[in-house]
Nanobody, 126 residues
Framework: QVQLVESGGGLVQAGASLRLSCAVSGRTVTISAMAWFRQAPGKEPEFVAALSWSGWSAGMTYYADSVKGRFTISRDKFNNTIYLQMNSLEPEDTAIYYC????????????????WGQGTQVTVSS
């Protein structure tokens, strides 16, 4: 089993920055990929960013076009934590952000992640 706990959400104004954290515990040696997804009110969940956690592609990152150049996913392998640095936030970034983990290679599909955190709310005012 893997446990994920997100933190760092909040209310900010447009143009501001936030850093989300996701603490990973449990059978972390089995994880191959980590990702952030988000769900805005009244919308379907969407992929935000992903990171290859282990294996030959460890450290490789992937981003949704809507956040490329503004968001950065990273990891602290020693503390089993991943981060999502969000800069130049826009009202359209308002959503609940979820951290997710899976046993296989990076996927952009929400359905392929086995473990999820409880989510953290990010609200960006205009």
């Amino acid at each position: 089993q893997v446990q994920l706990v997100e933190s760092g959400g909040g209310l900010v104004q447009a143009g501001a920055s936030l850093r989300l954290s996701c603490a990973v515990s449990g059978r972390t040696v089995t994880i191959s990929a980590m990702a952030w997804f988000r769900q805005a009110p009244g919308k379907e969940p969407e992929f935000v960013a992903a990171l290859s956690w282990s294996g030959w592609s460890a450290g490789m990152t992937y981003y949704a076009d809507s956040v490329k150049g503004r968001f950065t996913i990273s990891r602290d392998k020693f503390n089993n934590t991943i981060y999502l640095q969000m800069n130049s936030l826009e009202p359209e970034d308002t959503a609940i952000y979820y951290c997710a983990a899976r046993y296989s290679v990076v996927s952009l599909a929400r359905s392929e992640y086995e473990y999820w955190g409880q989510g953290t709310q990010v609200t960006v005012s205009s």
